[in-house]
């Protein structure tokens, strides 16, 4: 009689780390651009320690799980985050001028092209992750439009759409994590498209 061993690589899943991080800085930025309160230090340190560090320690973790998408994913937003509290916090040390509207528009613009293009990578995974990348591209688009535009109001519904991109992915990332600890779907995420 021949017995088959599964034999797991040894290294946990990262998505849940990466997402939730995402998801949560996403959150509390957003809600500030929706204009609950100012720009503070809560939002900068969660853009530097867990939307930015812990995505990039989540992607290099997809790097060793041979995951190209999770790896570039994560470790881009990671430095995305990493990137914007840097335009926010060098100008105020004097490092550098803070950028002008056309700039911005120009850093959302890219991002969003970029998260465009991710987007449809997701279209070979499970529809709750391409909630997040599609609610993120829209979220982009609203960002720079508000900034093109200095329409205040585009600002404050895209702090709303935050909010929405940002509560998906914690949303997915809590369903992943829950889902493998309970070996079953406790919550769902949408079927894995081939």
Known sequence: ???IATVKDGIANPAPLGLC???????????????VFEMNSMILAMGIFYGGLAQVIAGVIEAKKNNTFGLTAFTSYGFFWLSLVGLIVMPKLGWAA????????????IWGLFTLLLFFGTLRLNRALQFVF????????????GDATGNKNIGKLAG???????????????ALLLNEVYGKTVLPIGPVNA
């Open 160 to 174: 709303y759409e935050g909010i929405i991109c940002g509560a998906s992915a914690i949303y997915t990332g809590v």
């Open 134 to 145: 599609g609610s993120l591209v829209v979220l982009f688009a609203l960002l720079a439009i």
């Open 1 to 3: 009689m021949t017995t």
């Open 98 to 109: 803070a950028p002008a509207e056309s700039a911005m528009v120009a850093y959302l613009s």
């Open 21 to 35: 991080a995402f998801g949560m800085t996403t959150v509390l930025l957003n809600v500030h651009n929706a204009g």
